[in-house]
């Protein structure tokens, strides 16, 4: 199983900063099977990257996945008060599918 | 229009099953595959599978095999999740979510609502 181990748990930033949450792969990972969630409080998870770098419909340009092989990042240019919300990366380049532990972004 | 709407709470003894219903509407239901995930209280995803709304292929996580069966009904473009021999670390709310048609290995876009799933003595 591949583990996937998010860094920082929680994150505490402002509105307007720049915020950095990785993801580390316990192996090597195709890019084009890894991708990233956002989930608000009491809601689904929204994707928001595909393909470790390309952004989901309608979402924004200030989010931005970059990474490859085991080291996976996402960038969040400028904090908008609606991205305070919990993050998580997937691999689906083995079975079983598996997600981080998930990263808390709070303001 | 939201495109996956699933059934309602349920609250379930140990030991019992549960059937979780996932309907989509605005796109062709045959064209897509449906993953099943769940989030323990506070914690975070766990994949439990994947079914084929085409060709009726199924992947489930290792965890699960033997204890859930994954169905779809394109009459009516619902996909199913029936867990069996519950127990009280199965609490945890259900999603649905749409990905490719031929293989697990895809991004899930989108997400049901959810459905919690409770199991008590």
């Known amino acids: 199983e591949t583990v996937l181990t998010q860094f920082p748990g929680t994150l505490s930033l402002s509105p307007g900063e720049r915020a950095t949450l990785s993801c580390r792969a316990s192996?090597?990972?195709?890019?084009?099977?890894f991708a990233w969630y956002q989930q608000r409080p009491g809601q689904a998870p929204r994707l928001l990257i595909y393909?470790?770098?390309s952004r989901a419909t309608g979402i924004p340009d200030r989010f931005s996945g970059s990474g490859s092989g085991t080291d996976f990042t996402l960038t969040i240019s400028s904090l908008e008060p609606e991205d305070f919300a919990v993050y998580y990366c997937?691999?689906?380049?083995?079975?079983?599918?598996?997600f981080g532990q998930g990263t808390r972004l709070d303001i | 229009q939201v495109p996956l709407v699933q059934s309602g709470a349920e609250v379930k003894k140990t030991g019992a099953s549960v059937k979780v219903s996932c309907k989509a509407s605005?796109?062709?239901?045959?064209?897509?595959?449906i993953n099943w995930v769940r989030q323990a209280p506070g914690q975070g995803l766990e994949w439990v599978g994947w079914?084929?709304?085409?060709?009726?292929?199924?992947k489930y996580a290792q965890k699960f095999q033997g204890r859930v069966t994954l169905t779809t009904d394109a009459s009516t473009s619902t996909a199913y999740m029936e867990l069996r021999s519950l127990r009280s670390d199965d609490t945890a709310v259900y999603y649905c979510?749409?990905?490719?048609?031929?293989?697990?290995?895809?991004?899930?876009?989108?997400w049901g609502q959810g459905t919690l799933v409770t199991v008590s003595s």
């Open positions: 979510a749409r990905s490719s048609d031929y293989s697990y290995a895809d991004w899930f876009d989108p």
């Open positions: 605005g796109y062709t239901f045959t064209s897509y595959g």
């Open positions: 079914i084929s709304a085409y060709s009726g292929n199924i």
């Open positions: 192996q090597r990972v195709t890019s084009s099977h």
């Open positions: 393909g470790a770098s």
């Open positions: 997937q691999q689906f380049d083995s079975s079983p599918i598996t």
